[in-house]
Each structure stands twice: as structure tokens, then as C-alpha cells.
């Protein structure tokens, strides 16, 4: 069945780099997405990459896609602390559904 | 701009009691879900709407029921509530199948 895998806590310092990773296992997915969810908040779209792309690029953002290894991240450069949040990965895959990981806990430290 | 709204935001009910969870968006989407979000499990699907007119099973729809009531309305209900079912309960649309979607801001709720 499908499974979408992430880890479950990171924590950096303020002003450094975070890198969110995920693996999923519908290679038929055509978009993979993160979202951040703020406590007490629902899941907010970050962004998402069409799977035919290696890369995308949003600001502080990047997204690398390793389609062979079905291997997804997210990279947030120059970390603040009102990126602490949870992160989730979704892919999206067939019967209408998006399936996501558990999440990742992110907690930067100033 | 409200986008998706949901209500209650809280709710506490005792073992057998049933309620509905009500959820309304305003951006004219076809598609509308319901999802549960417990620790370490991230969310799971319960129902969802394809289109106005049809309701289909998720990954965990025993205990619940669903009615799509208009383009923009999508309830959830719960007849006999369990323990198992406490959780936060999330509603979300989106345009079209597999496109991104767009949440409420979640209800928690507790059944005792």
C-alpha cells in the first residue's frame, strides 16, 4: 500500500539551514506536496513539485525530488523561529487522495 | 477571506452520544475531505466528496457517515461516538482530484 515516511523531530538554531526529509512509495504520483501546520492551526500548502521536476525553488524554500529513489525534501534556508511548526509530505496518487507522512516536529532555537 | 470554515472548534461528548461536524468553503471547489489527525499518525482520511452528488469511503470511514449537502457543504457524523474516535478532525477542499488542498482550522474533540 502506500506510505509516506518522514522523521519525526529536527531542531536547529536560528539563522542555519533545515532539511526536511521524506520518502513515499507511489511511483505514479504526480505532485508531492509539504504543508505546515502552526499549533492550533490547520495544514497550510508550503509548496508542492510536479513529479517530472528535480528541483523548485520558492525563496527560502527548495525542494529537491529524487524520483528513482522516491526520495523527497525540503530545504528551508537562513531558519527563523516562526518556521517551528510540523511539517508534513503528502503525495498524491490515485482514487482522488493524498496520502501523508506523520510529520516532522521542527523546532528552531534563537 | 474565510476559505474553509468548520465548526464546532472544540467538542466533548460522552460515549454513544452522536454528533455533526459542520464544514462550509467559499472558493467554489469541487472537492471536499474529511481527515483525522492523531500523534505520530498524521492524518488519515476518513471520507471525501468528489463532486456535489457523491460521497466515497477513505481509509478509516467505520463509525462515521457523510452527507454533501450542497457544492459548498460537507458534514460529518458521528451516531454512537467511541474513545477511539477522540481526535482533531479536519476538513479541506480542493478544485479538482489530486490537486492541493486547503484546510479548516481543525476540531478537537474528545469523546469520554
Known amino acids: 500500500g502506500e506510505d509516506v515516511e518522514q522523521s519525526l523531530f529536527l531542531s536547529v538554531r536560528e539563522g542555519d539551514s533545515s532539511v526536511i526529509n521524506c520518502t513515499y512509495t507511489d511511483s505514479s504520483s504526480t505532485y508531492l506536496y509539504w504543508y505546515k501546520q502552526e499549533p492550533g492551526a490547520g495544514l497550510q500548502l508550503l509548496t508542492y513539485i510536479f513529479s517530472n521536476m528535480d528541483m523548485k525553488q520558492d525563496q527560502r524554500l527548495t525542494v529537491l525530488l529524487n524520483k528513482k529513489d522516491k526520495h523527497l525534501s525540503l530545504r528551508i534556508a537562513d531558519t527563523q523561529t516562526g518556521d517551528s511548526a510540523i511539517y508534513f509530505c503528502a503525495e498524491s496518487i490515485e482514487g482522488n487522495k493524498l496520502v501523508f507522512g506523520a510529520g516532522t516536529i521542527l523546532r528552531v532555537k534563537s | 477571506n474565510a476559505g474553509v470554515t468548520q465548526t464546532p472548534k472544540f467538542q466533548v461528548l460522552k460515549t454513544g452520544q452522536s454528533m455533526t461536524l459542520q464544514c462550509a468553503q467559499d472558493m467554489n471547489h469541487n472537492s471536499m475531505y474529511w481527515y483525522r489527525q492523531d500523534p505520530g499518525m498524521g492524518l488519515r482520511l476518513i471520507y471525501y466528496?468528489?463532486?456535489?452528488?457523491?460521497?466515497d469511503k477513505g481509509e478509516v470511514p467505520n463509525g462515521y457517515n457523510v452527507s454533501r449537502l450542497n457544492k459548498r457543504e460537507f458534514s460529518l457524523r458521528l451516531e454512537s461516538a467511541a474513545p477511539s474516535q477522540t481526535s482533531v478532525y479536519f476538513c479541506?477542499?480542493?478544485?479538482?482530484?489530486?490537486?492541493?488542498?486547503?484546510f479548516g482550522s481543525g476540531t478537537q474533540l474528545s469523546v469520554l
Open positions: 479541506a477542499s480542493s478544485e479538482g482530484r489530486r490537486e492541493k488542498l486547503f
Open positions: 466528496s468528489a463532486s456535489e452528488g457523491t460521497t
